[in-house]
C-alpha cells in the first residue's frame, strides 16, 4: 500500500489535473505576480514625492529642453533609488508566471527580456538625473540635450523589452493549459502593442503612432491584476484542500 501511494503521487502523466509539461497541479498558484505588480505601481508613489517625472517628447525645441528639469535635481536624485527598488516588481511578476507553469524556455526567455528591461529603465532614470544636475549647475545647452535624449531612448528600449517579455510570457501561459484563454489571448496582444511602441517611441516621425500605442501599458497593468487575482486564488484553494485533507 505504501509504494503504490507513493507511485500515485509521483506519477503525473495520466493525471488530468496535472500539467504534463510541468508536472505540477494545474490548479496550483502564488502570490508573487499580485504582489509583483503592487510593488511596481509604487513607482507613482515615487513620482509623487519627487515632484514628478520629467521628459521632453521627440521634436521638442532644443532651447525648451532645460525648462522641465529646472528645480528637480533632488527629486530625479531620490527617483533614481526608488525606482531601482520598486520596477523589480516587473520582474517578479514574470518569475511568479514562470513558477506556475514549471521549466519553459518562453518563461525563461521573458525573465530575462523583463530584467533587461529594469536595467534599462533604471539608467534612463539616471540620465534623467543627470540632465537635472547639468541644468542646475548651470550646464551648456548641448550637454542638457544629450542627457535628455539618452534618457528619452533609454527609455524607448525599456519599453519594447517589458513588451517583448509580456508577450513571451502570454505566450508561455498560453502553451501551459493552466490559464483561461481569453487571458492568455489579451496578454499576447498587450505584448505586441507594447513592443511596438516601445520600438517606434524613439524617432521623431514614428512618435505619435507610439503614443497612441502606449495605452496598452494601462490595459497591462488591469492585465496583471487580473492575473494576480487568479493566481492568488488558486493558492488560497490549494491551501485550503491541504488543510482537509490533513
Sequence with gaps: MRENASVATTDTTTDPTT???????????????????????????????AGGYPSNEPGTPLDQVPA?????????????????LVLTGRILIVIGLRS???????????VAAMVVSV?????????????????????G???????????WSLG??????????????????????????????VGVVLGAVML??????????TYPVASTLSIAVLFWFCWVVWTGILLARRAGLARAAARLEQ
Aim: a negative charge; glycine letters at 14%; charged letters at 10%.
Design 19 to 49: 500539467s504534463s509539461r510541468t508536472g505540477q497541479p494545474a490548479g496550483a498558484g502564488n502570490w508573487f505576480v499580485l504582489v509583483g505588480i503592487v510593488l511596481y505601481l509604487c513607482e507613482f508613489v515615487g513620482f509623487a514625492i
Design 196 to 205: 511596438t511602441s516601445g520600438l517606434l517611441a524613439g524617432a521623431p516621425a
Design 156 to 185: 524607448s528600449g525599456a519599453t519594447a523589452a517589458g513588451g517583448l517579455a509580456a508577450l513571451l510570457a502570454a505566450l508561455g501561459m498560453s502553451r501551459s493549459g493552466l490559464f483561461p484563454r481569453a487571458l492568455t489571448a
Design 100 to 110: 506556475v507553469i514549471g521549466r519553459s524556455a518562453l518563461l525563461d526567455w521573458a
Design 68 to 84: 522641465a528639469y529646472v528645480g528637480f535635481e533632488d527629486g530625479a536624485g531620490f527617483l533614481v533609488g526608488w525606482m531601482a
Design 119 to 139: 536595467a534599462v529603465e533604471v539608467v534612463s532614470v539616471g540620465a534623467i538625473a543627470a540632465a537635472a544636475a547639468l541644468v542646475a549647475k548651470g550646464a
Design 141 to 151: 545647452l548641448d550637454s542638457v540635450v544629450m542627457a535628455d535624449q539618452l534618457a
